[in-house]
């Protein structure tokens, strides 16, 4: 699915043009959400963060921090936050690796912990019928699922990847300091305001998923 979606679209237009388009699109999008509120502040702590955690390992963080820092306010916060979601997505990658989980038996883990029935979340990423019961029969077989449930092993392994994830991410929190309670409430209030202009889904479980 993703294969043909990006030939798709490396046809339709070069690659630095659509980077523009979708950077300019996404930038008036949190621009008209965020309102008459300068991002400035809380944008350069978080670049300023983000840009200090360790790359090694890490792709789509590292490939993004090498475009550099944007002088826009609003594009900078957008920049920063893309930052520390891809060192966390990338640090996931890495905690699911390391517990010998492929990306549909994820999926499936991810949907079942946050309370999504199963294959509700998973069939939605492009993975064939028999991938996703490949999956569901190989967690089975481990102990993590029990029918359409998780076992208590199960979710006890879905947590320790969730920490393991979180352990990773300590450089950018400590990085932040004694601001990192100011700069999350105030994201917290953004996040609010991008949901309710439906820039996010307003289903808690969908964006828990991810």
């Not at 905690?95 to 499936?108: D, F, K, R």
Request: charged share 20%; aromatic share 4%.
């Amino acid at each position: 699915m993703v294969a043909t979606l990006y030939d798709a679209a490396a046809a339709a237009l070069p690659h630095a043009e659509l980077v523009s388009i979708r950077e300019e699109a996404t930038v008036a999008s949190l621009r008209a959400a965020l309102g008459v509120d300068d991002p400035s502040k809380e944008a350069d702590l978080l670049a300023a963060a983000a840009e200090s955690a360790e790359g090694a390992g890490r792709p789509l963080f590292s490939g993004l921090l090498q475009r550099g820092r944007p002088s826009d306010p609003v594009h900078r916060l957008w920049w920063a936050c893309d930052l520390v979601r891809e060192h966390r997505g990338d640090s996931h990658v890495a905690a699911a690796n390391l517990a010998c989980l492929g990306p549909v038996e994820m999926n499936v883990l991810t949907e079942l912990w946050v309370g999504m029935p199963l294959l509700s979340y998973t069939a939605t990423r492009g993975w064939s019928p028999e991938a996703m019961q490949q999956a569901v029969d190989g967690l089975t077989a481990r102990g993590c699922i029990n029918g359409e449930q998780l076992t208590e092993s199960g979710r006890a392994l879905r947590a320790s990847i969730e920490a393991d994830t979180d352990a990773q991410e300590h450089s950018i929190v400590d990085a932040l300091g004694d601001r990192v309670n100011e700069v999350c409430a105030q994201l917290e209030q953004w996040s609010t305001r991008c949901i309710e202009a439906g820039a996010f889904p307003p289903d808690i479980l969908k964006r828990a998923a991810g």
